[in-house]
T-cell receptor, first 114, second 113 residues
Framework: AQSVAQPEDQVNVAEGNPLTVKCTYS??????LFWYVQYPNRGLQFLLK??????LVKGSYGFEAEFNKSQTSFHLKKPSALVSDSALYFC????????????FGTGTRLKVLA | NAGVTQTPKFQVLKTGQSMTLQCAQD?????MYWYRQDPGMGLRLIYY???????DKGEVPNGYNVSRLNKREFSLRLESAAPSQTSVYFC????????????FGDGTRLSIL
């Protein structure tokens, strides 16, 4: 079955420290992977994607993600966290079963402490 | 720069009432999606429309119907609302090209009493 797992419901990090939000996936074929961020009472906003090429992908707001094919992971990272990064983060993978659909993880709440 | 617009933003219904959630996008996107978001469950696909004139069931279609009125608009209807349908509903669209990200509206927060 095609799936996405975000093993941590919440991640706490001190402002200025590096952050990592984890994502693993299971999909047939080459994965198209996405990270989205959701602020309170808003829809999901696109951060970055991996389609092919360099395993380190850079995105919006200083975020980056590392694709690891052998570990089927796509972890979101940022070298120095800001309080304003506090939000809900979703990993998603594109899956194909007759047509393209997007499978989302359950989300990880990031809390950056001042 | 509207993007994806959902109406209403909030709604409270009584069990058994019907309601239509509206979604419109102004990006000339072909594909549109309806999701529901529940705590601890992420986003679950209710219905989607790969192109104008077509609709298909997603993961959790029971109790819902959809209409792709034209390329811009994709509505979600609850014929007889149940408390289990209390949720936040998101509409999304995607442009041509399999590598494109989805664009989301800001959601409709629906409570069924």
């Amino acid at each position: 079955a095609q799936s996405v797992a975000q093993p941590e419901d919440q991640v706490n990090v001190a402002e200025g420290n590096p952050l990592t939000v984890k994502c693993t996936y299971s999909v047939s074929g080459n994965p198209y992977l996405f990270w989205y961020v959701q602020y309170p009472n808003r829809g999901l906003q696109f951060l970055l994607k991996y389609i092919t090429g360099d395993n380190l992908v850079k995105g919006s707001y200083g975020f980056e993600a590392e694709f690891n094919k052998s570990q089927t992971s796509f972890h979101l990272k940022k070298p120095s966290a800001l309080v304003s990064d506090s939000a809900l983060y979703f990993c998603a993978v594109r899956a194909y079963s007759g047509t393209y659909k997007y499978i989302f993880g359950t989300g990880t709440r990031l809390k950056v402490l001042a | 720069n509207a993007g994806v617009t959902q109406t209403p933003k909030f709604q409270v219904l009584k069990t058994g009432q019907s309601m239509t959630l509206q979604c419109a996008q102004d990006m000339n996107h072909n594909s549109m999606y309806w999701y529901r978001q529940d705590p601890g469950m992420g986003l679950r696909l209710i219905y989607y429309s790969a192109s104008e004139g077509t609709t298909d069931k997603g993961e959790v279609p029971n109790g819902y119907n959809v209409s792709r009125l034209n390329k811009r608009e994709f509505s979600l209807r609850l014929e007889s609302a149940a408390p289990s349908q209390t949720s936040v509903y998101f509409c999304a669209s995607i442009g041509r090209g399999s590598e494109q990200p989805q664009h989301f509206g800001d959601g409709t927060r629906l409570s069924i009493l």
